[in-house]
Each structure stands twice: as structure tokens, then as C-alpha cells.
């Protein structure tokens, strides 16, 4: 007989952990107790020597499919302390807490049978969840994960669900979120003016959705907008959000529901189906369907989450716009009297309960690329989980970019990306970052000694960085915007050394002042050269010609020497690119791509971010192998386009050809930069970051084409490619730059 001590770090908690092992205990004929940490878990059993080891070999290989375990800690003693039984011990706080939180996990098959079955107590509830299910994050207050640091303090057991709490055979044993009707939130459906309507809620909800009515309900991270996808109801929808062309996020019944709009792989139903259940981003089987809903190639689809969802579909229906209810993007609404308040003329009707969220978490956003997730929004359903990075032991807040702002804290070998945040130039949003900050800080007891931010000194991310470090005297890092991209695709990826990054963005501002965005860059998390660019663009009007891109299609078929008799307002451009007076120059590849989709006519004004390249990449043919001619001059290698402008502007192609030989021309163009630096350097891993790797035409081709010249091609696969992934390479070189120091 012998005592073993064991100390378990990781995803331990809130995952049905405790349960687990009180039942492999017992299999065992081991005795002794569980309780959490703030660092994980910590047990004490007695028992046999060799049953001992088979449980320590055991736990891993057996357990929750939510639980990571990072490791185990075992320490063998004689001295026995005749435990009798197996024992769950209440929480109890540490000092230092190292505890990871579960993200929110969408309902289990097992929550899902009962709540249809007619004899279970649960039968239609749209709370019902398990350990192996339900909201996590989102309702968190604060570690350790207990009911009482929960939303759901405001709700205390009925005898029945207590019981079953305190069962270790019952699947709701610890869960912290069990509840039923007898005791736990209800739903509730209020009218326009925010009144309450007599009867069943959900029915009520669904009924006004059926007649082409728009619902706001209340989601695991904030408020949807929910309404039939029919194009007079989606204009009216398009029309109330204020909201032009952007696409919307649609909810199916099912993947195979999902299946007959899009191109659904075995790798896009496996992530479409998962229990985080972002929105992917799938291929529509034809172009120009759907498009009231997304005018471009692909349209976003998740699958209900939520029990609520669940019910809210029903047996009839079987597709729903589901949009996050944001005004002209600020935060998404996540508080009942927000959403009353500032609905009010835009939601027909209200489906609330009252359960608190108490952080909002927008759904993720990804496509699927090489079988994984390849995100454009990583949030629900992934935060708060860590990147784990070797080489960082202290505390260091990475700030992010502005635009799709993003923030990391870092923890030992743990570097916790934060959710969603949203453009920073809002007030509201703001707020949210700087609340999110002190709430990542909070919950994972993070003081930071360290801040970083970007270079580009207006950035409000930059602004908040240096008021902090002032404030609270922490040293303040400032890291070049593209490098900080290469650096954190290569912590995606746990690459050390030097690489090759090309990192094709819309903007970023360069060393020398001047705005880049179409690099190639060689070097590590010291450092970096910058060894090729694209030919700098006069951006005619400043920031005006991100939206008015027929300002940027002027200047390349200018500089080009090709005809702009063609463009709007050609004269009075002419007239400010002459005097210079307000033309930056941008080496931005997205200007580029609004450039050429405005000369062929696709995009003349964007209405956001990127909307010329989507819209070019949707209009692109899949089977043209063709590119046009460019050339290389000067040191760092620069792209010259206006050779590629000049055949463009005048070939005879149709639309989809031209628009495939411009992406062509630019990987041509990526693979022989490349070349080049590898020649010049030796280096043959190149890394892909930057918002432009967005474009799946792109995506996959260029890596292929690396591949076959030889090179290592690396992408990004656990934080977003855009700007949003910015604050984890920040981290990286921030803690490189102290080690130098
Ligand atoms: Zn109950
Ligand atoms: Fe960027």
C-alpha cells in the first residue's frame, strides 16, 4: 500500500474531470480525494502500488474529450493517511492561479435526446446542459469555475437537480450550470415595444419569425438578429442594421441542409459539426446564388448551439439569417436592456431570458484549410483557450492592432488570445477592450511587466499601451506592424530562428514612416530585414481612396502609362497626384487588389474592409493558368505591377480570366521573391500572414507552388491571419527583445 499525490495542470475544470476520476477511482479500488486548484486539479489516493501507476497511466488516455490535461505532477509516499472512500472537496483559492477555462461548448447529443423526449423532466427546456456541455465562458465571473462565480449564482438548486449534482453516477454530477425548470432561467418573448407577450416564448418567437418577421434573440455570447433568408426581408434587414453589402452569417438545421447552398468537404462538416461550432465559411454551389446574403463566392454557415436553437428551428425550419445585433460596428449587444433599448425599431420582437452573459463573445469565423479551422475571427467557442509557447515566464500584454483588435496576455509557456474585439475607432469598442483586458488580467491573475503595441502611433491600441505603461511605470515595447505578423505566424506554427515571412495586408506602417503592406521580410523574433515590397502606390486623397478605390485604379493605370479617361473624376485626380499634395505612397498588396478590381469594373466603392479583393476573388475562373508579365527592380526587391496593369487594362480576356491572371501574377511574383531570398540567404521556410491571405484562390495555390520549388510553407492555424492575429507575434518579439536586454 502506498500514497500517491497528484497535481494536475490544464483544461481540468468545468469539464466533468472530478466525476470522471471519482468513477476511475472507484474501478480501481483506490481511496483518497479530488478537490480543484486555482491551478487545475490535486488528489491524494491510497491503494496499491501497480493500481496506483495503472490509474496514473489511465487518466489521460480516459479522459472528457473537453479536458486537456498539460501535465501530472506525482509524488509516492509511504506514510498512509487511511483515507476511507473518494471524496470531492469544495474549492479552494491559491494564491497563484494558473486555472484554464473551458470555452462554451455547444449541446451534447446526450441534453439534446432528452430535451426532445416528452417524459423527461427537461423536455423542451432551453437550458438543459451536462458536464460535457453548455456555456462556459461566457457566464464566467471569476476562477476557480464554481456556480457561485457563475451567472448562475442567481439560481439555487431545486432538491432535484441537487441531487443529481451531488450523484457521481449521473451525468450531471458538478455540473456548474445544472438547472431545470423548477429552478432555473427562463425564457421570455417580448414585443417591439419591448412588452411582454402572453404564452409560450419560443412559439411565439418562431411564429413571428415564420410570417417575415426579424427576432433579436439572445445567444451564448451576445444577441442575434434573426430572420428568414428572403431577399425583400433581408433588404429590410440590410436597411434597419445599416448595413450595405456585408455579408450575413446564416444558420442550417443541419449540414445537410447546408449542403444543398454550398460545397461542404468531409474536413468542412467535421468543423461545421464540432462542438465549438463556429460559422465556416463554405464555396456556394452557384456563384450567384444566395446573393442577398453574401455577394461574394462564399456564404458563412454555423449550426445551432444552443438548446434555444435548437428549439427555436423546430421540425420546419431549416435555414435562418442569424446576425450579431451590432449598430455600424460597435460591440455586439449582449445585456437584455441594451438590446430593448437600442432594438428598439429594428427587432419586430424579442426572445430574452435571464440568464446574464457576462462577456460577450461574437461566433468565430474560419474556413477550412488543410482539415483545420484557418480563421478570420477566432472567438466562441475557441477563447479563452491558450496558445502554449515555449521560452516566455513572464507577464506580458500584447496590444494589437486597431481595426480587428485583438489582445494577448501571457502566463508562464501560455499566451491567452483574447475574443473578438472589434474597431477600436468606436468608443463603445473601446470600452470593451479595455474591460476585457482587466478581465483576462483577473481571471487568469496576470500582471503584466511588459506592454507592447504596435509602431503606428495613432492607433488607439497604441494610445491605451503607452497611457498604461505611463500610469502604472511598466516598460513600453514597440513593434513594427508586419513584423509583428511574420513573428506571430511563426508562434502559430512553433517555429524558432529566422524565416522567410510574406506578409500581404491592407496597411501597416513601415520603419520609414510610410505605409507598407506587400512584404517580404526575412528574419526571427530579434529582428528583421526587409528584403522585397511592391511598387508604392500614391493613394490620391489619403484614406478616402480606401473606399473610393477608383482613386487607386486612376494612379496604377496611370503610373502605368494606360488610359484613365475612363474614371470617374479623372481631372480633378490628375490634378491632386500632380501636386502631390495629400497622395501617400502605399506598398499595401490590399490597395492593390482594390486597384485592379476597381479597373475591371468590379469594385469602384467599398463599403468595407477588403470588399474589393472578395469580390475579385469570386469573380476569378478556377481554371486559367495564365499570369501577365512583371518585373523586379531595386533593393529590397520591389514588385513593379505596371507592366501586369498594362496588359490587364488592355486584354480582350473575359472578366473571371483577367481577375484569375492578376492572383496569378502575384504568386508568380510571391515565388520568385522568395527564390531570391533563399539564394541570398539560404532560408527555405517561408510563412504566410497578413489579412490578404484571406483569399482562398490564393491559399490554394501559392503554398503548393512554394512546395514545389522546394520550400517549407507555413500558414496560420490557431490565431487569425488578419490583424486580429497581430497581438500574439507582438508577444513574441517583446519577449525576445527582453531576453536581449
Ligand atoms: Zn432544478
Ligand atoms: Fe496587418
Redesign the pocket.
Given at each position: 500500500m502506498e500514497r500517491v499525490r497528484l497535481k494536475i495542470h490544464g483544461i481540468v475544470q468545468g469539464v466533468g474531470f472530478r466525476p470522471f476520476v471519482h468513477r476511475l477511482v472507484k474501478s480501481s479500488s483506490l481511496c483518497g480525494y479530488i478537490e480543484n486548484t486555482s491551478s487545475g486539479v490535486e488528489m491524494e489516493l491510497e491503494g496499491e502500488r501497480v493500481r496506483l501507476e495503472r490509474f496514473i497511466a489511465e487518466l489521460p488516455e480516459k479522459a472528457p474529450k473537453l479536458a486537456v490535461i498539460e501535465s501530472v505532477e506525482s509524488v509516492f509516499s509511504d506514510e498512509l493517511k487511511g483515507f476511507d472512500g473518494f471524496e470531492i472537496r469544495t474549492s479552494k483559492t491559491e494564491e497563484t492561479r494558473n486555472t484554464l477555462i473551458s470555452p462554451d461548448i455547444c449541446i451534447c447529443d446526450d441534453c439534446l435526446r432528452e430535451m426532445r423526449d416528452i417524459n423527461d423532466k427537461r423536455y423542451r427546456y432551453p437550458f438543459i446542459n451536462c458536464t460535457n456541455c453548455g456555456p462556459r465562458f461566457t457566464i464566467i465571473n471569476d476562477v476557480p469555475y464554481d456556480r457561485a462565480k457563475t451567472s448562475m449564482s442567481a439560481f439555487p438548486m431545486c432538491p432535484d437537480c441537487d441531487r443529481e449534482y451531488h450523484d457521481i453516477e449521473n451525468r450531471r454530477y458538478h455540473a456548474q450550470p445544472d438547472c431545470c425548470a423548477e429552478c432555473g432561467p427562463h425564457v421570455f418573448y417580448l414585443d417591439a415595444d419591448g412588452k411582454a407577450v402572453k404564452g409560450d416564448a419560443i412559439e411565439l418567437a418562431r411564429n413571428e419569425i415564420k410570417s417575415g418577421r426579424i427576432v433579436c434573440i439572445k445567444g451564448l455570447g451576445g444577441m442575434h438578429l434573426a430572420c428568414k433568408c428572403d431577399g425583400e426581408l433581408i433588404k429590410e434587414l440590410r436597411r434597419r442594421k445599416q448595413r450595405d453589402e456585408k455579408p450575413f452569417a446564416v444558420m442550417c438545421r443541419n449540414a445537410e441542409t447546408a449542403e444543398k447552398l454550398c460545397f461542404v468537404s468531409a474536413d468542412e462538416k467535421k468543423v461545421l459539426e464540432g462542438f465549438r461550432r463556429p460559422i465556416v465559411l463554405l464555396k456556394k454551389r452557384e456563384r450567384n446564388a444566395l446573393s442577398e446574403i453574401s455577394e461574394n463566392g462564399f456564404v458563412g454557415v454555423m449550426l445551432p448551439y444552443t438548446p434555444l436553437h435548437y428549439l427555436l428551428f423546430g421540425d420546419d425550419i431549416n435555414m435562418l439569417i442569424m446576425t450579431s445585433a451590432n449598430l455600424s460596428d460597435t460591440p455586439i449587444m449582449y445585456k437584455n436592456a441594451e438590446a430593448l433599448e437600442k432594438l428598439h425599431g429594428i427587432a419586430d420582437g424579442f426572445l430574452l431570458h435571464n440568464r446574464d452573459i457576462q462577456t460577450r463573445c461574437d461566433d468565430s469565423l474560419c474556413w477550412v484549410l488543410d482539415k483545420k479551422e484557418y480563421f478570420a475571427r477566432r472567438s466562441r467557442g475557441y477563447v479563452p483557450f491558450p496558445v502554449s509557447v515555449d521560452g516566455i515566464s513572464r507577464g506580458i500584454l500584447a496590444c494589437g492592432?486597431e481595426q480587428k483588435a485583438s489582445f494577448c496576455l501571457s502566463k508562464g509557456s501560455y499566451v491567452f488570445p483574447s475574443q473578438h474585439i472589434g474597431d477600436l475607432k468606436n468608443m463603445e469598442t473601446l470600452e470593451n477592450y479595455s474591460n476585457q483586458i482587466s478581465h483576462f488580467q483577473r481571471l487568469f491573475d496576470i500582471k503584466p511587466e511588459v506592454i507592447v503595441c504596435d509602431m503606428h502611433p495613432d492607433y488607439m491600441s497604441t494610445e491605451y499601451a503607452s497611457e498604461r505603461s505611463e500610469l502604472e511605470n511598466i516598460p513600453l515595447v514597440t513593434v513594427q506592424?508586419h513584423h509583428a505578423?511574420m513573428a506571430s505566424c511563426m508562434a502559430d506554427n512553433a517555429l524558432d530562428g529566422e524565416v522567410i515571412g510574406l506578409i500581404w495586408?491592407?496597411t501597416?506602417c513601415g520603419t520609414d514612416g510610410t505605409a507598407w503592406g506587400g512584404e517580404c521580410l526575412v528574419g526571427g523574433y530579434e529582428g528583421f530585414e526587409r528584403m522585397g515590397s511592391i511598387r508604392p502606390i500614391p493613394l490620391i486623397g489619403g484614406d478616402r481612396a480606401v473606399k473610393e478605390s477608383f482613386r487607386v485604379a486612376f494612379a496604377l493605370l496611370k503610373d502605368s502609362g494606360c488610359d484613365v479617361s475612363g474614371i470617374e473624376n479623372a481631372e480633378m485626380l490628375e490634378k491632386m497626384l500632380q501636386s502631390g499634395l495629400n497622395c501617400p505612397l502605399s506598398s499595401g498588396m490590399g490597395r492593390l487588389f482594390d486597384g485592379v478590381a476597381a479597373i475591371l469594373g468590379i469594385k469602384t466603392h467599398c463599403s468595407y474592409e477588403g470588399q474589393g479583393a472578395v469580390l475579385l476573388e469570386a469573380a476569378a475562373s478556377e481554371n486559367v493558368e495564365e499570369a501577365f508579365s512583371y518585373r523586379f527592380y531595386g533593393c529590397p526587391l520591389c514588385f513593379d505591377w505596371r507592366e501586369m496593369i498594362k496588359e490587364l487594362s488592355e486584354s480582350k480576356a473575359a472578366l473571371s480570366a483577367k481577375a484569375a491572371m492578376f492572383m496569378n501574377t502575384l504568386i508568380d511574383m510571391a515565388v520568385s521573391q522568395c527564390e531570391y531570398v533563399r539564394e541570398k540567404t539560404g532560408l527555405d521556410r517561408v510563412v504566410l500572414s497578413?489579412?490578404s491571405f484571406q483569399n482562398m484562390y490564393i491559399m490554394r495555390r501559392l503554398p503548393e507552388r512554394l512546395r514545389q520549388s522546394g520550400f517549407k510553407v507555413y500558414h496560420h492555424r490557431r490565431v487569425s491571419t488578419?490583424?486580429e492575429g497581430?497581438s500574439l507575434g507582438q508577444l513574441m518579439i517583446a519577449n525576445s527583445t527582453r531576453h536581449a536586454r
Open positions: 492592432a506592424h505578423h495586408d491592407g501597416g497578413g489579412g488578419n490583424d497581430l
